[in-house]
């Protein structure tokens, strides 16, 4: 085929889903030329599996990527039919919101987002080549001959990476959702070097709406308290017509008639090949490895507000369609249900992300990044998540500037970045708030303080989003003052409210800073005997209440981090020869010659390692006594 010029650019974006979207955002808000090309324009940011967003750690993603500049948040705050706080009765490290995405207005909005932004050109095209030189990567090459040049690539191919579908005996070459796959791309990737693994994901059937019983399912409505994903959203635009999710679940007729067919199962019968997902297993996979289990949850899940189509989540499986149809029809309020879509898995090419840099910027090739599922990820999040970090670090390596790199301290983006570039994934990722070391710190209500800043110095956040952010923390700061300063004296009024609580009546007076500190204490209780002449925005009422309970356990969490950065501080340089190292295990000099850490922070949270290795691997840089390759 005869090729030519069609065109160059700063940075060249291959795919548009949740990475994709991200990252060419992020590099055309950042002044960079983008180009964002994808396979499907009808399948820009779409939602194969479930018609959702957030949760736990995956909800505070959502909400680091606002605070960057990111445009996640802002587009599930435009188009969800349902939100809610999880784990409200719990403390604030793992509180998290979900809400129930419009999948097609979701999909819908973030294209029109794309058109419409400044420096960002939107194509449709097959990637199949790589332009390399001299280890440096200079733009594709398309299936049509289009020859794009840029001066970074960010590769987000996602599960079309050879995909490959599973219903039953069935097995077909596609992309989710029964897209176009991505085959040459990964071919050309292995032909430079790359070292790629076989994931697999799944999804479940989805029923019509009109066929559900619902009298049988438990109702699970929205929030009536206001909550938004984005910092910038308006309380006023809280969605008040919420659409309800409804809870059902398995049984033993369920569990036998799975048990009847795993001989048609293709996870048990070999036809599948990928590693599957041990957070979000098939109902198949549940069933046998958890058989002690009487039933489990299922969430009928409506997929948008103008749809019949309902997810049935927790049921995802790769079973025969007749097999799909009988399981359904064993289930409580589903024993009529329509199939409208077969559930199915999908196995897919991922970068074994030991290749790559904790910027995202792979270590064989220069100028070359990958994000999202193609790293390893499951989750629309977490893909978003390094979609953005990608953009980011793409425009400042066109730049000639160090990267970013967000600290496991500063963010769950963070963590999950260097625990796959650190620790590897021989399965999809999917990030917990068990991952994070310091979750106290990287909560939900905090992402706006912990990274606004960043972005702004970015040039990702708006001006405007910086400014809110610096009247939020003088609003903070002048509440804390006042509360330190009044004392609340022990009238009888507030014995009064002191024995309503079965709480002991005060002997003397108390400042009210410590008053609240008293776990029965909320700040709205303070404000009844120490009024304000105007109120605070309700995020500065929840950070007072928040930062003043949990004083001391974050001041330790501080205390914590402020150890490590004279590690995180202290590079290590590249290339270096760790098998001439004498006093580091044999294992270590394995694991660190295959990482190559960066720090020596992350040469620490390597698997193999122990604190033995770091000690000496620190004397040989303090010392200079490096041996390069």
Known sequence: MQQYEAGSFDVIVVGAGHAGSEAALASARMGSKTLLITLNLDMIAFMPCNPSLGGPAKGVVVREIDALGGEMGHNIDKTYIQMRMLNTGKG?????????????MYANEMKRTIETTENLVLKQGIAEELIIEEGICKGIIT????IYRSKAVILTAGTSS????????????????????????????????????RFKTGTPPRVKASTINYDLTAEQPGDTKVNHFSYETSNNAYLNDQLSCWLTYTNKK???????????????????????????????????????????QLFLEPEGSHTEEVYVQGLSTSLPEDVQEDILHTIEGLENAEMMRSGYAIEYDVVVPHQLRPSLETKAVENLFTAGQMNGTSGYEEAAGQGIMAGINAVLKTQGKEPFVMKRSEGYIGVMIDDLVTKGTSEPYRLLTSRAEYRLLLRHDNADLRLTELGYKLGLATKDRYEALLIKKEQIEQEMNRLSQIRLKPTEDIQAFLAGKNISPLRDGILALDF???????YWDILEFAPLDETWPRDVEEQIEIQVKYEGYIKKAIQKVDKLKRMENKR?????DYSAINGIATEAKQRLTL???????QASRISGVNPADISVLMVYVEQGKIVKV
């Open 162 to 197: 050879r995909g490959q579908i599973i219903i039953g005996e069935l097995k077909y070459s596609s992309g989710p959702n029964n897209s176009q796959p991505s085959i040459k791309l990964s071919e050309n990737l292995i032909e430079h070097g790359f070292e790629l693994n």
């Open 572 to 576: 290590i340089p590249e290339n270096i």
């Open 595 to 601: 990482i190559q850490p960066e720090t020596i922070a």
């Open 254 to 296: 369920t569990h036998d008639l799975i048990q009847q067919n795993l001989h048609r199962a293709p996870m048990f019968t070999g036809i599948v090949e990928g590693v599957g997902a041990r957070y979000c297993p098939s109902i198949e996979d549940k069933v046998v490895r958890f058989s002690d289990k009487p039933r489990h």
């Open 92 to 104: 604030p490290a793992v509180r998290a919101l979900r809400a129930q995405a419009d999948k097609f």
């Open 516 to 522: 609240l500190r008293r776990p029965e204490i909320s």
């Open 143 to 146: 299936n049509t001959g289009a």
